[in-house]
């Protein structure tokens, strides 16, 4: 069962790994880090995407308009997703295993729709690639891929 848990994670972290630039070294401090807000992060990552792939200033704008409608998607699904996680910390409390599988199906769904709506931002956004700016993305993916799966055979 975490088998099965843990790929549906990894695909979800796969899916998300392509907004994520091409690994460079931090500019910042870890301390820098820590005090920047969840946006500014998404921006930072945004932006070493777009300097990697060397996105034109027409393909930025089309894909943050992308980026921007995707978070919007994905907000809606915030709600469910609290009360989801409230709902299963009260069954574990209660012992409820019951309640516990279906929650844990449920989770599993909106998670699912997350991936959904970041994977086809990103499939939008590969569209209006270059093949050059293609390549590079798909070897982005790779180097992702490659570092979950270096992370996860670590925590073995």
């Known amino acids: ?9 990894g695909a979800g972290i796969l899916a998300a790994g392509l907004t ?51 978070h919007e998607s994905a907000k809606a699904l915030a709600p469910q997703l609290k009360q989801n996680r409230q709902a299963m910390s009260a069954a574990v409390k209660a012992n409820n295993t019951a309640d516990i599988e279906r929650l844990a199906a449920q989770r599993g769904t909106l998670m699912g729709k997350m991936i959904a709506i970041r994977t086809e931002a990103f499939a939008k956004i590969y ?3 270059t093949p050059d700016q293609r390549v590079k993305a798909d070897q ?17």
């Open 140 to 156: 982005m993916h790779e180097h992702m891929r490659n570092r979950f799966r270096n992370h996860t055979q670590t925590e073995q």
């Open 127 to 129: 569209q209006t690639l």
């Open 20 to 70: 994520f630039a091409y690994a460079e070294a931090p500019t910042e401090s870890p301390a820098q880090h820590k005090s920047l807000t969840r946006e500014q992060r998404a921006q930072q990552r945004f932006d070493r995407m777009a300097s990697y792939l060397n996105l034109t200033d027409a393909q930025r704008t089309q894909a943050q308009g992308f980026w921007r409608d995707a």
């Open 1 to 9: 069962m975490q088998s099965k848990w843990l790929r549906f994670a």
